[in-house]
């Protein structure tokens, strides 16, 4: 239980307990006068989200709402590039080898495939369709 609930607990019985002691005749001021600070709580926690909310919005403005550097950069795909046409020299030998053209295949199919995921995960919509009949397909439709 969170220290404001056994606060709001503490309130509630404090509440009953007056009502207890002064009767039925006072019953609605008491109520009343509860839910008062109940509704200051709330407000309270309403407020705190509010200028929580704001000061993230700020801060995004703040940083010109540049999101933030992606994890990949020309370095990055530069390198993987490199080794993946260095380990393409070994594993089309081994294919060759072993098992001649198909083994050969095999490994640059697989070479291809895994240079075609890195590429799709640094850019996530290069491999999507473009949809027929969608009124975005051109600039001259109106």
Known sequence: MDARDTELKKELDATLQA?????VEYESALVDSFLEKVDQRIDGAVERRLRRQMAEQQMVVARGSRSPKPTDSWGERFGFGIVSLVLA???SAIGGGVAHLPGLLVAWIGIVGVNAVQVARSNPGLFRG???GSSQDSDWEN
């Open 89 to 91: 020299i070994p594993l």
């Open 19 to 23: 009502r207890r002691e002064l009767g």
């Open 130 to 132: 473009r949809r027929r």
